[in-house]
Structures are given as C-alpha cells and as structure tokens.
C-alpha cells in the first residue's frame, strides 16, 4: 500500500466527482466487459464474516420493460396510486442498463443487516468506478413490496433484499456539486 498524497488526490477527485445523473447517451449501451470491471470493484466492499452477499443482474433492451412491469404488477397489488403504477411501467427504460442489487439474508437479523450495509458500500464502489469510466450512474430504491417480485425476477434467492436499481449509461454532461454541510464529527478523548 503506498498511501502518498498522489493516491489520496486521485480518490478524493473520483469520490467528489460521483454525481446522481441520468444525462445519459440513451442509444449508447454499456458493453459487458466494463460492467465487469465494476462488479470487480464492487466485490472489494468490506463484508462481515467474509459473505460476499451482493447480488447483481443486469437488465438492458427488452427485459427493461418486464422489469417495470414486474415492480409495477407489485406496486399495483400493495395498493399503490395509480399514477405511480403507470410511471413505474416505463421508468426502467430511461437509460441503455439497469443494475439491479441485492443482498442476501443471514442467518441472524444482525448478519442481514451486515450484510445490507456491505452491499450498499458495494454499490459505491461501483458507482466510483463508473464515475472514473464517464458513466453516469443513479441509485433507485425498489418500491415497497416488491423486493420478492424482483428478486425471483432477476433470478436471486426469494427473500433477496433489493438494495439498488442502478440506472447506468454513458455520461453526455456533468451535473452541478450540491453544497454539501461540513462533516458533523464528536471528537471523544
């Protein structure tokens, strides 16, 4: 490990840089090869008792609109509005992939939720390493009541928890930093 200035820098430039953003090059598909770059970097994620509970599908061209369909028949059934219902439908095809993440259940409630928080870090270091690429990437929560829709959808264990839905594509432009409030940080001695 070097751990000298340069390496900081380089971070730092990558962490600050990661935006939220679906500025995407719609007709531009992200090949399998650097998604498989950044699943890499995902499974670097520090996990609890070494469990590797990330799971990931990738849903690109037709199967877009099924995954939409699957989250919308859910939302539909838990009783969501309508408007809702319809929107979700579509939502999945606004860029060339989407990444869907999820995390297994351990075997005590402390462990799933171990394992949720690895899968989340993992998602941040996919999302780095796309923001490295030029791909700009957008972190969606699955609706309430259908992490077993998708789950058994995208081929994961029934119970997989839905950490993500990660809307991927080739950047067109940059977005704005937001201010961001100073670290609240207790110093204890």
């Keep these: 490990m070097s751990g000298d200035a340069h390496d900081f820098e380089s971070v730092a430039r990558v962490i600050r840089a990661r935006r939220t953003s679906m500025i995407v090059d719609k007709s531009r598909d992200v090949a399998d090869d650097v998604l498989d770059e950044l699943f890499e970097l995902a499974n670097w994620a520090p996990c609890h008792k070494r469990t590797w509970p990330w799971r990931f ?28 219902v319809t929107k979700a439908r579509t939502k999945y095809t606004r860029t060339p992939v989407v990444v869907v993440v999820g995390s297994v259940v351990g075997d005590s409630e402390q462990r799933t939720a171990e394992n949720r928080d690895a ?16 791909i700009a990437t957008y972190w ?9 829709d998708v789950a058994t959808w995208c081929g994961f264990e029934t ?9 991927v594509g080739w950047a067109t432009s940059s977005v704005d930093a937001p201010e961001r409030p100073q670290p ?3 110093r204890l001695s």
Aim: with cysteine; hydrophobic share 45%.
């Design 57 to 84: 599908a990738v849903v690109r061209g037709d199967a877009r609109s099924a995954l939409g369909h699957t989250v919308a028949e859910a939302m539909h059934r838990f009783g969501d509005e309508p408007d809702k």
């Design 119 to 134: 899968t989340s870090v993992a998602v941040q270091n996919f999302m780095l390493g796309a923001t490295a690429r030029g």
């Design 140 to 148: 969606g929560s699955c609706p309430k009541g259908a992490d077993a």
């Design 159 to 167: 119970d997989t928890k839905i950490v993500a839905l990660v809307y």
């Design 184 to 186: 609240i940080v207790n």
